[in-house]
């Protein structure tokens, strides 16, 4: 990266006034400086000192710091962005490029690839560097965030005209303007261009065209004006006067001034020379330096060169022609109309004639309704001040009033700005710098100071000047006053002159307008004005209105879509160009370029503001990449921003940056953040030389007076003029989230699309130091600073690399510092040899001597400033040796000491040494032995391979020991060396034979297999791995130690181990001889051991050595066997005692391989039997007895698994019948409370089911355990809780406690007034109370029929004002509404109370506790039982006094309410109680028409369950069982027919019990019921106003499931599926909805007098008699019975109509009283009642399941008849 020139000043050609821009501020200037808004006006005598450039006021140092400033942050969701939707796609490759450019390589790395970027650009290196530049698309995992705070970030810009940065059309206005102000000084004034063939003449073509073919002259001898002619387009009727026309054209305008320009040229060439300290050639001064940070006068000129030339050109548009300026030759031109054009070079040829030419536009074209000089309007977005939009972007062409041309500041401008400012200093010092090294002391805190002016200003030399006087008033050669004579002030630049000191000098002040030589010549310069401040929200805005208004008319109409065409990169790209080489118009952009992120921060995360973002030390990312351990850069002691340091960019649409290469020739990386595309062109780095040339053959001039020109990036040739030069130049799209990798050398250029930002930053691979030096020659050339010392980088990475110097490093560091070596010892040499042309000796430059020389000397080796070590004259870093003028303070390099005139001292003096001293950094020793380090470590390669080559030469066979210390050697030099391989190869081949030799050589057994894995399972353990057996024996032969042997000599090489094996071969060949003799003679056992440990020793089979193994182990064997008999063995130890000497080969007639035989084959029949024992569904256990005493008598082998197993079920068995016989004694123990608890039974046999057969007595025991089980069933009953697994019945007990404790609390609940609860103010009929303590129980208030606290929703009755809980009534939240009115079912009767489960009579809970004396067991339930019977009669003795009927009075209305809402919120029924209250509550407060019904039961309103084939018709969504698939039709079959027969069963059950319902009122205590008690039930129904027609909330609030007479009739098959005709709730609402027509009130109808009504329509369909029927009479009752008993439907309706006991009093009417049944008969029909009733739930849980299962499988207790049929259901229930 090259920083982009920029113009830090509005005046000069850069000063703009036109009618299009605005003067005001930038949003984010404006945001932290209310502007001061000066206007300046500006006269040739004085002018205003306030710096105004087009953008508005900007001052040079902000009183707000950047870092203070805030803007709206920047929406990243509306950019495109890598990963988001926003992100745009990859096009392939564009073929309409302009100018046919080929496109760059693209390349996608692999996640592997992406590991480490300089390897990867190392792969792609040889391919992608013939292009100059290439594409990276990172893999889609890498998308690092954005890290910069966008609401903080604030940038300045530079303004870029388009056409002004082309270098052909910028000489073309350069030279108009000076030729417009040499005219008007002569006092010929050039308003219009002069007219040929009705046609403005270009002037400067024409001057081109005269100097291609030899000058003036040369064409008029030769007559070549005609040919001159057509080239600039008059090729249409060629006249006569053409060529005249011309001449004198040239004559008249051109002459004259070109007469000038050799005269004043020298002068002004010299001046410059002055100025910069040196030649013009090769370069004339260092790069761009920073803008003046004064306000000097040429910054507040409102006029300038461009502008003077702008009015001329303009004035020959618009004004008619002078007699004077006519073209008299071709009087036959028809004047000049006036017409508005937008300004510019725009109307050239407005005379209507065509040219040929095509690289010249005519701009005699009918006017458009495109104006040229259109300007998209201002937008405001909401801010106070207006939108970056209104800075100068869009505008004509600069000739009119409103262009300029962009150049230099002025000299003294640039004098006074490093006079006035501290903070430029550095920069103006070493200007060709690119960016100081960041300071930590120095850090720029203003958007934009780091920007690079176009031109840096070396230090001039100006004469002296008193500090008394203004700049105006001291002439600029001597530096004198007007006492002098006068002093001539030039309009243009404001530098004074005296007139004698002017060449050619001047004789007279001049009256009017002036503009001195420099002005008149040109020099050149040009640069980039400073454009606004912003943040990136509001630069997005200026770029989006800019985008969208110069492209709004532009773009034509697409049918298609209806609408104009988008704009695609192919119109932006060639509207980039067109705009670029366009005279005729001129468009101005604003670029963010070059923006430090050491101030601004960095778009990737760091470890300083984001350590534990992963990608802040990511290697892609920008801030770490150019200090990779593999880049040069890391040697770089300081951070150089835009080097090591990151720029980034912010740019908008056709913003640009012109063709550069990198500084030092480095790599460069560039990654867009986000935003639009950004098109590259790329020159490889073998046309470098040929673009160059075509470069100045394009515009000589501007090379002329600056031949650094290309260092300044101001300046365009578009690839269509290179490709016809030869230069090869290559394109490619970077879009958001990709990267551009440049290469050294290679010329680069592009533009934008639209708003984006970018990053970038140099890298510096190993292969790039070749081209850093030639970058840094070329800087020395054209004496500009480089960016860092070359030398001190070679030099650091030698010396003071911290991890030790490398051998790659050494490789490129190593030919490097050869040559910076050889260089810096010739020029020593070649200084030295200066030094002595005196004579003198001897000198300390070359011996060491303590005689005095006349130069000083001095070895520094200590870091010093830049500014202490760099070259005056070149600028280069004199790193290793440096020469200072002590008089004048200067630092020259060697090359350049003593030659260059540093001070007014001689040459000769100054190379003897007068007034000077040499530095040296390092001594010539110094030097060399750096070099010679490095040069050894680069050469340790090479030296190892010559270690390697003398080896094998020294002799056949090479010592191990050798080999394998080279080997090491090699290994631990990190670096491929091509012999390494081969030597590893032949050592570890080598090491092999050695390893396999050991084997043989050790000594030592353990030892030897311990190293060696093939002996860790033991020599003779690996029985059942043949293969490994095979080659453990592969292994021990006896001829593999001849072999290696051999393979020793073959191999070539010589080790101790082949002796050693040797030795050993002999040894083997001894023991051979021995062991023949032992087998012959056979000595002691003990001899034997000896002589095989001996053998083993040796590590190989032999056949002598197992045949003494063989004998040995016989041996041994038989001692073992013998010594085992009489003991107990198991199964195992015996079979293998017999393998073992099956494998030993003992013989069969062996006395103890028959022994041990007979005894395997005995324990293998025990086995057999005893499994066959344990595996039987009924076991016998004397036979397991008389088994377990055969293995302890006998000895017998068996398994210890199947003894064990034995003895474990002979001592369960044991065990369970002895807890059977102890829990059996105790049932029967005549104090109940003695008899063991019903858990432990279950607990047996629970065990006992796990046995195989059950112990004696178990049968007795189940059947006890189900005659209890049959009293808890029956408690389940009571409770509603039939269909519940038997451990329910305990925790609902519990419930039923708890809730009884609260609801029979006579205690603390007394009657008293209706309260409110506690989150509601005191009802208003209520009385005050004193405020209750929540502590006490006694005075915490309860509500609701559950006497509970308040909790959740709670509802107030609207007549007792009694508040209730929502949960308790099943009442929602969301169905209350505020004015709605409640009755409560303790006011109204005919409300239904919600109930989970059915609530038992107290009698009857008395009668089943009376029941357990008799049961076997003790009950769990008993205590709890007791609780609630005796709080129960607590109650019912307490409220006995309120309910006689003889005493009570409407006075105890409200006391008789209080007790029945206690006694409906409790668990159980007090039915006399609860009769009684309701009647007596109906007679003094009736609500309903009809008194209550008398209840005697309490159910469950809950919805039953629905039966296995109810869920399975849902299942398959069909109503009839005939439908269902064929293959569940059995089982739909096989359920029905149980439902049928459950039906039947339900009905013989009610048929045999007896009894009528208890519907009297009759006290518990009371002999018979009182006349009082039934009330008249004549009451009126209470009709109020605030009452609703029905006594509900709403028609849901009270809607309660159907009540059914019992669980088993309401589980039917189908039941929940069809709905009963005749049932009237069974829609769950309200009975008042389904009232007749005729009913006579609001209030239900469902009581027994009116029930015959509702049912004449279907006895009549049943029976023709039916109407016959009186259902009052008990004749026309039971006729009426037998009717409904024929259908399900029917003994439905008669349950509802007649009560639940219907069918019991009609058995009593028709069989008699049940004391006329027999006992067994009674028993029989509970039995089967309750069987039938367990039947019809079939779809219980599963322990529900068991538990009847267990109890269909009891021996019958109560009806021993009916269990063949239950076993039989059961087995149809498994089905």
């Not at 796609?89 to 790395?109: G, L, Q, S």
């Not at 390494?980 to 032949?986: A, D, I, K, T, W």
Request: charged residues 30%.
């Amino acid at each position: 990266m090259v920083s982009t020139p920029s113009a830090g000043h509005s005046g000069g050609v850069g000063g703009i006034s036109s009618a299009n821009v605005s003067s005001r501020a930038s949003p984010a200037v404006g945001s932290a400086n209310p502007a001061n808004h000066t206007s300046s006006s500006a006269t040739n005598g004085s002018k205003s000192k306030t710096q105004v450039n087009s953008n508005g006021y900007h001052p040079t140092n902000p009183h707000i710091p950047l870092s203070s400033l805030r803007s709206a942050p920047l929406d990243l969701t509306s950019v495109e962005r890598r990963g988001q939707p926003t992100a745009s796609r990859e096009p392939p490759k564009r073929d309409n490029r302009p100018f046919d450019i080929p496109e760059a390589p693209t390349y996608v790395p692999t996640e592997d690839d992406w590991k480490d970027p300089l390897e990867y650009i190392r792969k792609i290196v040889p391919e992608a560097q013939h292009y100059g530049m290439c594409k990276i698309i990172p893999p889609k995992s890498w998308n690092p965030d954005f890290a910069i705070d966008t609401e903080k970030f604030h940038f300045r810009t530079r303004k870029q005209e388009l056409n002004s940065v082309e270098g052909k059309t910028r000489m073309t206005i350069s030279y108009l303007d000076a030729l417009s102000k040499f005219h008007k000084q002569q006092g010929n004034n050039l308003n219009r261009l002069p007219y040929v063939d009705k046609k403005p003449l270009d002037l400067y073509r024409l001057k081109k065209a005269v100097e291609s073919r030899g000058g003036f002259e040369k064409v008029c001898k030769t007559k070549k004006w005609a040919e001159i002619g057509r080239d600039l387009g008059y090729s249409g009727k060629i006249m006569s006067s053409l060529s005249t026309s011309l001449k004198n054209s040239y004559d008249r305008w051109l002459t004259p001034y070109e007469n000038y320009l050799r005269q004043a040229k020298p002068s002004v060439f010299q001046q410059l020379e002055h100025e910069y300290g040196g030649p013009l050639t090769p370069s004339p001064a260092p790069s761009p330096i920073k803008r003046s940070t004064v306000n000097t006068p040429s910054s507040l000129r409102a006029e300038s060169p461009a502008r003077h030339a702008s009015d001329v050109l303009q004035q020959s548009l618009n004004s008619p022609k002078h007699e004077i300026d006519r073209d008299t030759i071709m009087a036959d031109a028809p004047p000049v109309t006036s017409q508005p054009t937008s300004g510019g070079f725009t109307a050239i040829n407005s005379g209507g004639f065509t040219p040929v030419n095509g690289g010249f536009t005519s701009v005699n074209r009918p006017p458009t309704d495109l104006k040229k000089g259109f300007t998209p309007p201002p937008k405001h977005h909401g801010s106070p001040l207006l939108s970056a939009k209104n800075t100068p972007d869009f505008r004509p062409s600069g000739l009119g009033p409103g262009n300029a041309l962009k150049r230099q500041l002025s000299s003294d401008s640039l004098d006074s700005a490093k006079k006035e400012s501290g903070t430029d200093k550095d920069d103006s010092e070493g200007g060709s710098r690119r960016s100081k090294r960041l300071k930590k002391e120095n850090v720029p805190t203003v958007a934009g100071s780091h920007m690079s002016v176009f031109r840096p200003s070396a230090p001039r030399i100006p004469a002296p000047r008193e500090e008394s006087t203004g700049p105006s008033e001291k002439c600029e050669v001597c530096g004198k006053g007007d006492e002098s004579g006068f002093i001539a002030l030039c309009e243009s630049c404001d530098h004074a002159y005296h007139g004698t000191c002017l060449d050619p000098p001047i004789k007279s002040k001049p009256d009017a307008e002036w503009n001195c030589h420099r002005c008149l010549v040109g020099d050149g310069q040009f640069g980039f004005e400073e454009g606004g401040l912003y943040s990136l929200k509001q630069f997005q805005e200026k770029a989006a209105d800019f985008k969208q208004g110069y492209f709004e008319n532009r773009m034509p109409f697409d049918p298609v879509l209806n609408c104009t065409r988008p704009v695609t990169e192919d119109d932006v790209e060639k509207e980039f160009w067109r705009l670029v080489t366009s005279t005729e118009e001129t468009v101005e952009v604003e670029y963010g370029a070059d923006i430090h992120c050491t101030t601004h921060g960095s778009g990737f995360p760091t470890p300083e503001r984001n350590p534990s973002d992963p990608y802040s030390t990511d290697l892609w990312n920008l801030t770490n990449l150019p200090l990779h351990p593999d880049s040069l850069f890391r040697h770089i002691k300081t951070d150089i921003s835009g080097m090591t340091v990151p720029w980034v960019y912010v740019g908008m649409i056709f913003s640009t940056f012109c063709w550069h290469n990198e500084d030092h020739f480095a790599y460069s990386v560039n990654y867009q953040h986000f935003g639009a595309t950004k098109t590259w062109y790329g020159i490889p780095a073998e046309d470098t030389e040929k673009f160059e040339n075509a470069m100045r053959d394009a515009v000589p001039e501007l090379f002329e007076t600056q031949p650094d020109l290309l260092f300044q990036l101001v300046t365009l040739l578009t690839p269509e003029q290179l490709k016809k030069a030869g230069v090869r130049v290559y394109a490619l799209d970077q879009r958001a989230g990709q990267l551009v990798i440049t290469f050294p050398q290679a010329y680069h250029a592009g533009f934008n699309h639209g708003f984006n930002f970018n990053e970038a930053v140099n890298f510096a691979p190993s292969d790039w130091e070749p081209h850093g030096l030639a970058g840094v020659e070329r800087l020395q050339q054209f004496r500009r600073q480089p960016c860092f010392s070359h030398d001190e980088l070679l030099w650091t990475a030698a010396e003071g690399t911290s991890s030790g110097l490398t051998i790659q490093t050494a490789k490129w560091l190593a030919p490097a510092l050869a040559r910076i070596h050889k260089r810096e010892i010739e020029q020593r040499d070649e200084f030295i040899a200066k030094h002595q042309e005196d004579g003198h000796s001897p000198c300390t430059l070359i011996t060491e001597s303590d005689e005095h020389c006349s130069l000083p000397f001095e070895v520094f080796d200590s870091d010093v400033p830049e500014e202490e070590y760099q070259c005056a004259y070149c600028k280069c870093y004199a790193y290793l040796s440096r020469f200072k003028c002590l008089q004048s303070g200067k630092i020259l390099c060697l090359q350049h000491a003593g030659h260059h005139a540093c001070c007014d001292i001689s040459e000769p003096e100054r190379f003897a040494g007068e007034q000077h001293k040499l530095y040296y950094r390092k001594t010539n020793e110094e030097m060399h032995e750096t070099y010679r380090k490095v040069a050894d470590k680069a050469n340790l390669p090479e030296a190892w391979e010559e270690k390697y080559e003398k080896l094998l030469d020294e002799g056949d066979r090479p010592a191990l020991k050798s080999l394998r210390n080279l080997l090491n050697e090699g290994e631990r030099i990190p670096y491929d060396l091509p012999s390494l391989p081969v030597l590893r190869e032949f050592v570890d081949r080598c090491n092999e034979w050695v390893e396999e030799a050991t084997n043989y050589t050790v000594r030592k057994q353990q030892n030897r297999r311990k190293n060696d894995k093939v002996w860790q399972s033991g020599l003779r353990k690996s029985v059942g791995n043949s293969s490994h057996e095979q080659r453990e024996r592969e292994l021990r032969r006896v001829d593999n130690i001849y072999r290696l042997i051999d393979d020793a000599e073959r191999i070539g090489f010589d080790c101790p181990e082949i002796q050693q094996l040797q030795e050993r071969a002999n040894a083997i060949k001894s023991f051979q001889e021995n062991a023949g003799k032992y087998l012959e003679h056979k000595f002691g056992e003990e001899s034997i051991e000896e002589l095989i440990e001996e053998g083993r020793a040796f590590n190989v089979d032999m056949p002598e050595l197992d045949k003494l193994s063989d004998i040995l182990e016989q041996t041994k064997w038989s001692t073992k066997a013998k010594a085992s008999r009489g003991m107990f063995l198991a199964l195992r130890d015996v079979k293998e005692l017999l393998e073992e000497g099956h494998r030993l080969e003992m013989p069969l007639y062996n006395d103890n391989m028959r022994y041990f035989g007979d005894k395997y084959q005995a324990g293998l029949q025990w086995e057999a039997k005893a499994k066959e024992l344990i595996n039987a569904e009924i076991v016998h256990y004397p036979q397991l007895e008389a088994l377990s005493n055969q293995v302890s008598v006998n000895h017998l082998p068996v398994t210890t698994e199947t003894l064990a197993a034995v003895d474990q079920i002979l001592h369960k068995q044991r065990e369970a019948h002895r807890q059977i016989i102890d829990v059996t004694e105790r049932s029967k123990d005549p104090d109940y409370k003695k008899r063991p608890k019903y858990a432990e039974v279950v607990e047996i046999i629970k065990k006992i089911e796990d046995l195989n057969s059950k112990p004696t007595g178990t049968l007795d025991l189940e059947k006890e355990q189900r005659r209890h089980e049959d009293w808890m069933r029956k408690g389940k009953k009571l409770f509603g809780k039939t269909n519940a697994p038997l451990h329910i019945l305990k925790s609902h007990m519990d419930y039923v406690l708890e809730r009884n404790l609260a609801c029979f609390d006579i205690r603390n609940d007394t009657p008293r007034l209706p309260a409110e609860p506690a989150s509601r103010a005191a009802s208003e009929e209520g009385e005050t109370k004193a405020p209750r303590s929540w502590d006490d129980a006694a005075l915490v208030e309860v509500f609701c029929i559950c006497r509970r606290i308040e909790a959740g929703m709670m509802i107030e009755c609207e007549l007792c004002h009694e508040w209730y809980h929502g949960k308790c009534l099943k009442i929602a939240r969301g169905k209350v509404k505020e004015d709605d009115k409640y009755t409560c079912p303790i006011c109204d009767w005919r409300v239904k109370i919600p109930r989970d489960a059915a609530r038992p009579k107290l009698e009857d809970l008395v009668a089943w506790q009376e029941e357990i004396p008799g049961l076997p067991f003790q009950p769990e339930e008993e205590e709890v039982l007791k609780k609630i019977i005796d709080n129960a009669q607590d109650f019912r003795n307490h409220i006995a006094a309120f309910c006689n009927p003889v005493l009570t009075t409407a006075s105890e209305a409200d006391t008789q309410r209080f007790y029945l809402r206690k006694i409906e919120g409790a668990e159980i029924l007090l039915s006399f109680e609860t009769n009684f209250f309701r009647q007596e509550l109906h007679k003094w407060s009736p609500v309903a028409p009809e008194p209550p019904p008398i209840l005697d039961v309490s159910k469950s309103t809950r919805k039953p369950r629905p039966t296995k084939l109810q869920k399975m018709l849902t299942q398959y969504g069909v109503d009839d069982p005939d439908d269902l698939p064929e293959n569940m039709k059995s089982k739909a079959n096989s359920l029905k027919r149980k439902a049928q027969n459950a039906e039947a069963a339900a009905a013989a059950a009610a048929a045999s019990s007896g009894g009528g319902g208890s519907g009297s009122l009759i006290p518990p205590n009371a002999t018979s019921p009182s006349s009082h008690s039934f009330g008249s039930g004549s009451h009126h129904f209470f009709s109020r106003n605030s009452q609703p027609p029905t006594p509900a909330l709403t028609a849901t609030a009270h809607a309660h499931p159907p009540q059914r007479s019992n669980s088993a009739s309401s589980s039917r098959p189908g039941s929940s599926l069809r709905r009963d005709p005749m049932d009237l709730n069974a829609t769950g609402l309200h009975p008042d909805f389904f009232m007749s027509a005729g009913s006579n009130g609001p209030g239900p109808r469902l009581s027994a007098p009116d029930a015959p009504l509702l049912l004449d329509e279907r006895l009549a369909r049943e029976k023709d008699d039916a109407l016959s029927l009186n259902l009052h009479t008990d004749a026309g009752k039971a006729q009426a019975l037998e009717i409904m008993r024929e259908t399900e439907h029917g003994r439905k309706r008669a349950e509802e109509i007649f009560g639940p006991d219907v069918w019991n009093q009609s058995r009593d009417g028709a069989f008699g009283s049940r004391s006329n049944i027999g006992p067994s008969q009674q028993e029989d029909d509970k039995d089967v009642d309750k069987m039938f009733l367990d039947l019809t739930n079939a779809d219980d849980d599963d322990e529900a399941k068991k538990e009847r299962q267990r109890e269909r499988e009891r021996v019958g207790v109560t009806a021993d008849s009916f269990e063949a049929e239950r076993n039989a259901m059961d087995m149809e229930d498994s089905d």
